[in-house]
Structure formats: C-alpha cells, structure tokens
C-alpha cells in the first residue's frame, strides 16, 4: 500500500498553475549539466591562465608602472665608458653633479599646467621649451623618467626647488669632465644631440644602460624605503689611436706659432703611415667642449656659434684649402710613372717662363718661379720647390721655350686631363671615411666646370696653377697627409681611423711603382739634407726626415696659408734598423701667414724633435 506524502502548498499551487497554461514538465537532461559545468570551468581555466601570464612573464613590469603610479620613479645613471689614449691615459672623468628630471606620467596628470610649468622649467634651465618637448619626444616608449638638464647650479636647484612642480625632481647625477678642454675638443666632442667627435659617433657603446629605483612614499610624500629595479651598467672604455702627449704638445706649440704671427686658425695633423692610426688631430682655434656638457651657458655657446673664426669648425677633416707646393710630390709621381721624364732629366729656371701671346706679340704671358733655381731635376726641384720645374710638367713648354730642356722629358706635359686623372687615383676627391663626422673632400678642377661656372675657356695659364697647388685644386688637409704617408710606406693609402682596436683597412695599393716612389723620396729626403731645401732647418734633427713644404696664396694673393709635409724615419733609417712601426708623417697648416718655409716648418722641427726624444728614442 503507498505511502501517503504531504504536499507543499507552493508544489501544488504551481503544479496547478502549470496545468492551466498547458505546460509539462521534464528533468534536466545529463548532457546539459555537463556542458554547463565544462563551459564554466574553461572559462576559469582561461582566467586562471591569464593571471599566472600576467604575473610569470609580465609580473614585474606591471608591478613596476603600478608603483609607479603611487610612488616616485628615480633613474639611476649609468657612467658613460672612460676614453682613453693609446697608452692608457684617461682623457675624460664623470664628477659628480645634480640633474633635473620629469616624471612624465605625474606631470601629465595635471594637464591645465603642463605647458605653464614647462615654460617655467626651460627658464631656470636656460634652454628652449622646444629642447625640453624634444627630450620628452625621444624618449622611450617604456621610458616614464627623462633627464631633460644636467648639471646644475646651486642657484638653479634653489630656483626649481622654488617652484615645486609636481614631477620634477632633482637627482644625483655626474657630469663629463674634459681634462684639457680645447686640446681634445675637435676629436672627443661632447655627449648630446649633435653628431659632434666620438662621445656622439660612438654614443651606444660609451652610454652604457641607466638603471630604475622606486621611493616608496607616505599619504605626505615623504620617502619611506626604497627599491632597486634594475642595477645601472656603466657603458665600455674607449680606446683612441690618439697620443695624449703629442696632441698637448702639438696644440701648445701650433696654439703659440699662431697667436704670435697674428693667425686666425691651424692645423697640426701626424699619422701613422704603417696603419692609418690617427696619432694626432689639431684644428685652431678650438673651444672648450666642457662648456657644452653642462646644462645653461646659451650665451657662451651662441657666442662661439657666431665667431667669426669659426672654433666649433674642424678644419683637418671638414676645411678644403689650395694645398700649394704640397702637391708636387704627386706631380712628379704622375711624370715618372707616365715617362715623361726621367729622373736626370732637368729644366731651367731663370725665374720665369714666357707663353707667346698671339695677339700681342711684345707681351707675353709670363709665369713666375718665387726665385731663380737654375738647372733642376726632380730631386732638387723638389727640394727647392721650382715652380717653373713643375710648370713644365704640368701644363708642357711653348716650342720658344724648349731651350730650357735638358734630358729625356716631353715638352707637352701631363696637361689638365692626366692630372685630373691621377688626383682622382689618389682619391683626392673622396672622403677618407675617418671615424669623425662632416668629413669634406676636395675639389678637383675640369676645364668643363669652368667654363660652365664663369663663362671661360680652360687655358694653359690654369694647367701652370694646379700644377704647383694654386688655381680652383682644393684638398682637405687629412686627404693630402694621406697621401704623403702612402709615399713614406711605398705605396698604400690606409683609411685613418681614430679607434685602437680597428683593423688596418688599405684605400689604395700601388707599392708597385716602387721606382718611382722611391725618387719622389730623395727629392723630400734632399728638401731635408740639402743646403737648399725649403725644410733644412730639420736638417739638425737627431733622425733624418723628409719633407715637403708649400705656400698658398689666396683671396687674390692678399693672404698666404702656409704648408708642411712630412715623416720620419726615412727608407734608409728603416732599412737600419729604425722603428719602423713608430713611423710618423706630419702636416702642419698656418693660415694668413707668410711662406711656408718661415712658419710652418718650425713648428714642425720641434713637433717631430719632441716624438724622437719621447717616442723613438725610448723603449715605451
């Protein structure tokens, strides 16, 4: 028999209620409740996943934007790499000083004031409110704290401590100390935005990688503790080819020569024939590159922006000049390699040369030696520097002249279309692709150019010019001192280079004319040795050099730039036994000066009688 169940009052309300509409009634199926419970459990599974994610691989970063949100961010600068000469000598220091930096995240949470409190910060900084917006703009994605002055003053610290500006701290920081200032400044350059010297061509590896900590703040804003993100790597050491001690000797001594003859600029160059390796770059005048390295000074820096002198110009790499009589080493090397002369074969200077003038017959046209040598060879025109010698070369002889001929040498000469030729081969019209920027390259004249640039023809009087160095021939001085050394290492042309561990890296190889070198060197060894070279004032050096010296008139011969070439130990000291791995070639520029002779050569002795005694004559 059954047993009797109560029923709810609610069951039988709604099961009547259920009759009425018709409805019936059936128990959830197994396979819904198990669908139900699977879809519930894969989406956990899917949140489950999503925050171990986010605290496995993103943990830290979102726990840093998040403390920084409520506490303050503080970079920790990371030291840039010490540069150093190639005997170690470090040529820079980081000292200690204060920097300014913005929180961009905190500053932009009040953006009513955002451009009113960078104004403000741009005139305690003495920088524009467009530097500070570009320092805010290149700054990383990631990047909340940006240095936007360093440096500062005392007086600069109160005045922003002052303003209170809500994300702008101050922090400890250091400053790039330049030991000697201007004796290094067209070489070391400075930090920042500008591609100036090495600390901006080598910037990733001298920069090094800052570091983040976080100061845990109170309701007050009052530090409570502090945590170290990530630890700040110092960036790696620098190693130049540059002699600290010749540079400083070098610039002292040209510096001197300079002031003293009322100059305006210089440059003292000296290379390693052997390698490329730059020993020494001097451009005049310089500036004081510690001045761009500190926050503020506008007025200093425009007015060295505006000097007329140029200071912030490097003229060794960037300044193009006639380069004179400097030139006709390779105008001799252009004739004996062409056979155009021999190197017995001479030419007679009285002086000058004449050049029939077919419209006028009583006045010729007459080119002028700077004196009369008498019967030359290319050994001692080279050492006398005759003019008329490499007139003849250059441009050839009227048949009038021929008189003054003697030996095997060819009366047309190389003429304009051979000398372009050979310039070109010794890459005078390219940049050597020293590791400096603005690097120039010369210009070499084209009797097209000319005649599209003023209207007149190419004539035999132009040829006569760039053959000794004058005329529309431009070099920059490091092309032409790149030159001279491949004559002092028989024939390679090295690219200069600046850093120690860069390998040699050979522009131009012709060690086969090896005959020919070999006169163009007695002719600069004889300009030396002879009582009648242009350079026998090194002549009383402890080691015997060779040289070539050259002057320049410019500015319709109203001013003279005065040049010296050269190198030591020669060949035969090499051949001796002398250090031929310490081998130096020097160049030496005087601008607005005399002759060559007079003012460049000396300050040439005593840079080349200073590397004997401290370099050749000693075992470092």
């Known amino acids: 028999m059954p047993q009797n169940r109560d029923l709810d009052f609610e069951e039988s309300v709604f099961d009547s209620y259920a009759q009425d509409l018709d409805h019936v009634e059936f128990p959830l199926s197994r396979k819904a409740f198990i669908l ?106 990631n990047q909340n704290l940006i240095a936007v002055g360093r440096n500062i003053s005392p007086d600069q610290i109160i005045a922003l401590e002052s303003l209170k500006i809500k994300g702008v701290t101050i922090e400890d920081d250091y400053v790039r100390f330049y030991k000697t200032g201007p004796v290094f400044s067209h070489i070391l350059g400075y930090p920042g935005e500008v591609d100036v010297g090495l600390e901006s061509i080598y910037d990733d590896r001298l920069r090094g990688q800052n570091g983040i900590s976080i100061i845990f703040e109170n309701v007050k804003g009052e530090g409570i503790d502090k945590k170290i993100l990530s630890e700040a790597v110092s960036g790696k050491e620098l190693q130049l080819t540059i002699d600290a001690g010749l540079q400083e000797f070098f610039y002292n001594r040209l510096n001197s020569a300079i002031h003293s003859l009322g100059s305006k600029g210089g440059v003292g160059l000296a290379l390693n024939p ?16 510690n001045l ?185 001085p490091l092309e032409l001192l790149n030159f001279i050394s491949s004559i002092a290492n028989g024939g390679k042309i090295y690219q200069p280079h600046l850093i120690s561990e860069t390998q040699p890296k050979v522009l131009l190889d ?13 002719g600069m060894e004889d300009a030396v040795s002879k009582w009648y070279g242009t350079a026998s004032l090194l002549s009383s050096l402890p080691i015997v050099a060779a040289a070539k010296t050259g002057t320049a008139q410019i500015q319709n011969n109203t001013k003279t730039n005065a040049f010296f070439v050269g190198y030591l130990p020669t060949e035969a000291l090499a051949n001796a036994g002398a250090p031929l791995d310490k081998q130096i070639a020097i160049l030496v520029l005087v601008e607005n000066a005399r002759e060559g002779g007079l003012n460049a050569v000396p300050v040439a002795k ?15």
Request: negative net charge; glycine residues 8%.
């Open 36 to 141: 139900i419970v699977g879809l519930a459990g894969f989406l956990l599974a899917i949140a489950l996943f999503r925050v171990a994610a986010l605290n496995l691989f993103n943990g830290v970063f979102y726990k840093a934007r998040a403390e920084a949100n409520v506490n303050r961010e503080v970079m920790i600068p990371a030291y840039r790499g010490i540069i150093v000469d190639r005997y170690g000598e470090s040529l820079v220091e980081n000292q200690p000083s204060f920097s300014v930096f913005v929180n961009l995240a905190e500053i932009l949470r009040n953006t009513e004031n955002f451009n009113g409190a960078l104004i403000k910060l741009a005139e305690v900084l003495e920088v524009s409110v467009d530097d500070i917006f570009f320092r805010i703009n290149e700054a990383s994605v």
């Open 274 to 289: 052997q390698n490329g390796e730059v020993l020494s770059l001097v451009s005049l005048p310089s500036y004081d590159n």
């Open 292 to 476: 761009f390295a500190r926050s503020g000074n506008s007025q200093q820096k425009i007015k060295l922006l505006n000097d007329a002198s140029q200071p912030l110009f490097n003229r060794a790499v960037s300044g193009v000049y006639n380069p004179g009589s400097t030139i006709k080493p390779l105008v001799a090397l252009a004739a004996l390699r062409e056979g155009l002369i021999t190197p017995d074969a001479e030419v007679f200077s009285r002086g000058y040369i004449e050049i029939p003038n077919p419209y006028f017959p009583d006045q010729p046209s007459r080119f002028v030696d700077w004196k009369p040598h008498g019967w030359v060879d290319v050994h001692s025109a080279l050492a006398r520097s005759s003019n008329v010698y490499f007139y003849t070369l250059g441009g050839g002889l009227p048949v009038s002249e021929s008189l003054l001929l003697r030996g095997s040498i060819g009366i047309k000469g190389l003429r304009i279309e051979k000398l372009r030729a050979y310039w070109q081969k010794f890459l005078l019209d390219q940049k050597t692709g020293i590791d400096l920027s603005a690097e120039n390259s010369g210009f070499l004249p084209d009797p097209e150019e000319k005649e599209k640039r003023t209207g007149q023809i190419w004539r035999i009087g132009d040829t006569y010019n760039v053959s000794i160095g004058q005329g529309d021939l431009l070099v920059t």
């Open 510 to 522: 012709y060690s086969e004319w090896a005959n020919e070198i070999k006169e163009v060197r007695l």
């Open 606 to 620: 005593d840079v080349l009688e200073w590397y004997y005694y401290n370099r050749l004559a000693t075992s470092d």
